[in-house]
T-cell receptor, first 113, second 114 residues
Framework: DTAVSQTPKYLVTQMGNDKSIKCEQNLGHDTMYWYKQDSKKFLKIMFSYNNKELIINETVPNRFSPKSPDKAHLNLHINSLELGDSAVYFC????????????FGPGTRLLVL | QKEVEQDPGPLSVPEGAIVSLNCTYSNSAFQYFMWYRQYSRKGPELLMYTYSSGNKEDGRFTAQVDKSSKYISLFIRDSQPSDSATYLCAMSVYSGGGADGLTFGKGTHLIIQP
């Protein structure tokens, strides 16, 4: 069983399009995250969400919006895609401050043409 | 200055060697320190977790934290070709990352030559 899963694994799209990436965790965790890993492998937090509170990294453009239909899912919507959005996006989860670590999904490789 | 500095490598060593990977950081509020391993086209997986200063050993892996110097290390003994991967240091103010998430180094690409 996959603890944190993401779909799709690969996403190729044109500039200006709107796309979504889905994330699901079956660990019963309270907090979920989205990270962006750029071409230089630098992994940076974008959002954290724990059912009650959404924390947005101030550097994230408002074209990016996380949406959580329930506790086990945190989807990422991206509007008006730009070339610079090309990256690998990772979803992660943990049990809030009770859990030592975060579990990461396999990543979604987004390529904007 | 980035919060976490890590040499991206690549670092190439022969099989069986002892590998030393390091990170420095600037935020003295960090209390939780982790090392993740990331294989090509995979998500990061946790290797080691330490709280505050000290050493922690798990099999061939040893993590060290020196908060006074703001310096953390990961040692790999008897390195194997299967250890070839990118190693990311990560740290946080709160256990599990909290609302701020984890702050990562850029990762060191490690190559173990058979």
């Amino acid at each position: 069983d996959t603890a944190v899963s993401q779909t799709p694994k690969y996403l190729v799209t044109q500039m200006g399009n709107d796309k979504s990436i889905k994330c699901e965790q079956n660990l019963g965790h309270d907090t979920m995250y989205w990270y962006k890993q750029d071409s230089k492998k630098f992994l940076k937090i974008m959002f954290s969400y724990n059912n009650k509170e959404l924390i947005i990294n101030e550097t994230v453009p408002n074209r990016f919006s996380p949406k959580s239909p329930d506790k086990a899912h945190l989807n990422l919507h991206i509007n008006s895609l730009e070339l610079g959005d090309s990256a690998v996006y990772f979803c992660a989860s943990n049990l809030g401050q009770l859990q030592e670590t975060q579990y990461f999904g396999p990543g979604t490789r987004l390529l904007v043409l | 200055q980035k919060e976490v500095e890590q040499d991206p490598g690549p670092l190439s060593v022969p099989e069986g060697a002892i590998v030393s990977l390091n990170c420095t950081y600037s935020n003295s509020a960090f209390q939780y320190f982790m090392w993740y391993r990331q294989y090509s086209r995979k998500g990061p997986e946790l290797l080691m977790y330490t709280y505050s200063s000290g050493n922690k050993e798990d099999g061939r892996f040893t993590a060290q934290v020196d908060k006074s110097s703001k310096y953390i290390s990961l040692f790999i003994r008897d390195s194997q070709p299967s250890d070839s991967a990118t190693y990311l240091c990560a740290m946080s103010v709160y256990s599990g990352g909290g609302a701020d998430g984890l702050t990562f180094g850029k990762g060191t690409h490690l190559i173990i030559q058979p």
